[in-house]
């Protein structure tokens, strides 16, 4: 390990002379080059950016006017040359590094704004490998993370918030203080391990490695919250380069700010209704602590909320409302007659809207449009010293992949009942239970320590709530281990059961269910959720 020289102690005070501008983002530019030029700062800039600034008739040197070298490749080369990066990581009051500056006719630079070449962008809107990889910016992370590193003399902006940032410190005081140039250095090495993060990434996926050697995960800030799950844990809320359709893109219409309960509850509660296509009919699922207490379709938007209501209305109270299809007044009605959370829908008419508004402190989200449950992806849970990764969750089950395993087969309206709990079983913590009959789910146990007691529990709430299970179909999101959850399922009424299977005991199982009569269908997927 290469022991720091002694270097002279950074100034606090560093005044800006000259600028090297290199963004593939523009918005602004011309105004912030207007304003350094303003205050008698020298403008040096590159390609395109120089282009602008000296269309809007303000005065620019080409970087290829320090360098003696031509911009060539198509642009791969410009800026790597040792006068730009000398003149960026150059120490200036180190007598050595001086010296070296001095012969070599090297300026120094005092403020850097790079924008990156727009790599996400280009994956996310479906570029090919060819395009891909042209947009994968070589000179703007090095001249960051000079920048960056010399930041006891430099300054370096990597959006436009930054360089406002700048433009506001040098106004009042003439100069960037060291506090500044440290926190400016500490965002620039951020957003290039999230630019080789997304790099890393995209190019893991074109080669096919669902576990490369290493892996990154980088997102930017959205917000910062009062607190975590809980008063006593600090939290934030951060958003990946390319987001899923969800709480991550939505945009809030009205209400309190999101919390970091409430954002989890909401990712789980939009991810369970995107099971519903809006074109199979509205579709409406209200979630309490990540688990769904009330899952229902119906003829309208209104119905299919007051029949997932009515599966659990006690546990509703506080909940999250998600919708498959847009918001209507009758239904935003029904919603605010109990305290709600957070309501999430792709879009919402304008009279909801007004509705919602005489209720300031519920939190009213829009995404435009669902995410795709049959998306690839991968999802993260961070373990002490680690992290775990996984391909999401996109089994999706028909009828054609049901295995009957009993004597008798269901008929058609148990299979539909079947599929839609079992539906609803994969976003229910395990070991879970649901009941279900005609699109409206009747009970639902979760998070049991043996499916036995989710059985017994979601045939309690079903009573509770006045909700006949006689005729229902049963989910469980993993085999039956021994018969006797089975058993308490069918005592509660159902007629039909949808499970993996798998189980030592598969045999056993079969058996309690052909001698109740029981039509018993393996789907060969298990839907584990912890």
Not at 34 to 57: F, M, N, P, Q, Y
Not at 138 to 152: E, F, Q, V, W, Y
Not at 172 to 180: I, K, R
Not at 204 to 219: I, V
Request: charged residues 25%; proline residues 5%; aromatic residues 6%.
């Amino acid at each position: 390990m290469p022991a720091a020289p002694d270097y002279p102690a950074a100034p606090d005070r560093a005044v800006i002379r000259r600028a090297l501008f290199s963004v593939s983002d523009k918005t602004g530019l011309v105004e912030a080059a207007r304003t350094l030029v303003e205050l008698g700062v020298e403008l040096v800039s590159t390609g395109g950016t120089r282009k602008a600034i000296a269309d809007a008739g303000l005065p620019v040197k080409d970087v290829a006017d320090l360098t003696g070298f031509p911009e060539m490749m198509d642009g791969r080369v410009k800026t790597l040359h040792p006068v730009v990066h000398g003149g960026l990581l150059g120490v200036r009051d180190a007598p050595e590094h001086k010296a070296a500056m001095e012969a070599h006719g090297i300026g120094g630079i005092d403020l850097v704004y790079v924008t990156l070449y727009p790599f996400e962008q280009t994956v996310a809107a479906g570029g090919d490998y060819a395009n891909a990889v042209e947009n994968i910016d070589i000179g703007g992370p090095a001249m960051i993370r000079s920048a960056a590193k010399n930041h006891g003399y430099v300054a370096v902006c990597t959006d436009p918030a930054d360089l406002a940032e700048v433009l506001e410190a040098i106004k009042a005081d003439g100069a960037t203080s060291l506090e500044l140039r440290k926190t400016l250095a500490a965002r620039a090495y951020a957003r290039t391990a999230a630019y080789d993060a997304a790099i890393s990434t995209w190019f893991a996926g074109q080669l096919g490695e669902t576990a490369p050697k290493r892996r990154s995960f980088a997102g930017e800030l959205v917000q910062t919250m009062r607190y975590g799950e809980n008063p006593h844990q600090s939290a934030a809320f951060y958003r990946f380069g390319a987001p899923r359709t969800g709480v991550a893109t939505a945009r809030q219409l009205q209400g309190k700010e999101l919390s970091y309960n409430n954002i989890n509850d909401t990712d789980a509660a939009f991810e369970l209704i995107a099971e519903f296509d809006p074109k199979g009919g509205p579709a409406c699922a209200i979630i309490k602590h990540a688990n769904p207490c009330g899952v229902a379709t119906g003829a309208s938007l209104r119905e299919a909320y007051e029949r997932a209501l009515a599966c659990d209305p006690t546990s509703a109270f506080g909940g999250i409302v998600a919708l498959n299809s847009r918001l209507d007044a009758a239904t935003a009605a029904q919603v605010l007659e109990v305290f709600t959370e957070v309501v999430i829908a792709p879009d919402a008419d304008e009279d909801a809207v007004e509705l919602f508004r005489k209720k300031k402190n519920v939190r009213l989200l829009v995404t435009g449009g669902l995410p795709d449950a049959r998306e690839p992806g991968v999802t993260f849970k961070s373990v002490a010293g680690g992290f775990l990764v996984q391909s999401r969750d996109d089994a999706h089950l028909t009828a054609a992949d049901l295995k009957v395993v009993t004597k008798r087969a269901p008929t058609e309206a148990e299979v539909r009942d079947m599929l839609f709990a079992f539906t609803i079983a994969k976003h229910v913590k395990s070991n879970a239970i649901v009941y279900a009959k005609a699109g409206q789910t009747l009970g639902v146990g979760a998070g049991q320590m043996n499916r036995k007691d989710s059985a017994r529990i979601a045939a309690l709430r079903a009573a509770d709530f006045g909700l006949d299970l006689t005729g229902s179909a049963c989910a469980s999101e993993a085999f039956f281990p021994f018969a006797d959850g089975l058993i308490q399922a069918a005592d509660a009424g159902c007629t039909a059961v949808i499970q993996p299977g798998g189980s030592m005991r598969d045999e056993e199982v079969i058996a309690a269910a052909d001698e109740r009569g029981l039509a018993m269908v393996f789907t060969g997927v298990r839907v584990f959720r912890h």
